[in-house]
């Protein structure tokens, strides 16, 4: 293997038992031990490539975001249409929060650790880069100052639906999300925006 493969390897290897551990652990709970063994590489190795754990997980986080933009922007581009691009979109991204191992073990036992970043300021930069994120999947559907548009809207309806209890809709399930897509998105993303300036 070529040492920039090999080095890629490693480091993906530290990336993918990170999300593991936290899995497991928690992030708290989590050691650079603990990841170097789940990856079965040495401890040394991992700090060669990362300095910390802070920037391990930070790395880790990346990974998994890249990874939902590279899954939601083929999904769109194999849509024939702007609804079944935002179903696909909605349906897959929230399978994905909803099946993160990780991820919903830091929400049941660890959200101290989230809040700061989804409440009050925060949680506005959160959505706004969610919806760049499904933003970017809809260029070949729609212009890109109607896709930015479209792209926050379908990230706030989507997050206010996905709740860990309590929610009238199953955003994992297909059919379930083109209905709420039908009603509450569609006819959002499709009204021209207002050139009037509001009465007062």
Known sequence: MAPDAAASSLNQRALDAVMRCVARYGVSKTTIDDVAKEAGISRATIYRYFPNKARLLEAAVAAEVAGVAADLKALAQQADSLETA???IVT????RIVEHDALQFVLRCEPEVLLPYLTFTAGDRFLAEAGALVAS???RHLP???AARAGEW???VAF???TPTGSPVDMTDQQEVADLVRTFVLP???AEPSTNPIAR
């Open 137 to 139: 999947a809809l260029a």
């Open 160 to 162: 206010a639906y996905l």
């Open 92 to 95: 897959h991204g929230s399978r």
């Open 188 to 190: 959002g993303l499709l």
């Open 144 to 146: 890109p100052a109607r």
């Open 86 to 88: 935002v179903v696909a």
């Open 154 to 156: 379908i990230a706030r």
